[in-house]
Nanobody, 112 residues
Framework: VQLVESGGDLVQTGGSLRLSCAAS????????MGWYRQAPGKQRELVAR???????YYADSVKGRVTISKDNAKNTLYLQMNSLKPEDTAVYYC???????WGQGTQVTVSS
């Protein structure tokens, strides 16, 4: 299954974005998917994770501001991000956990 991220943009502090991760095949049976991000000069970090049983993990830095969800009918994973901050600026990637490959990512830039 190949994943393609989209939805990144330049927004002002406090703005919102919804990132999408479109899969080339069915994701209904995939047990674990997540969103990661990598800011310039920093290591890639896990932002949010969703398991097939509905368990959700959010990094402390985004908790309360982002929501991860999945639409099996559309084979798409989403990340709704609200109250964006300049420190959210990064390239965002979706991934099948743990063995999926990395896509090209989508750039999110938050201006102050």
């Amino acid at each position: 299954v190949q994943l393609v991220e989209s939805g990144g943009d330049l927004v002002q502090t406090g703005g919102s974005l919804r990132l999408s991760c479109a899969a080339s095949g069915s994701i209904a049976s995939i047990s674990d998917m997540g969103w990661y991000r990598q800011a310039p000069g920093k290591q890639r970090e896990l932002v949010a994770r969703l398991t097939s049983s509905g368990l959700i993990y959010y990094a402390d830095s985004v908790k309360g501001r982002v929501t991860i969800s999945k639409d099996n009918a559309k084979n798409t994973l989403y990340l709704q991000m609200n109250s964006l901050k300049p420190e959210d600026t990064a390239v965002y990637y979706c991934k099948i956990i743990p063995l999926g490959s990395w896509g090209q990512g989508t750039q999110v830039t938050v201006s102050s």
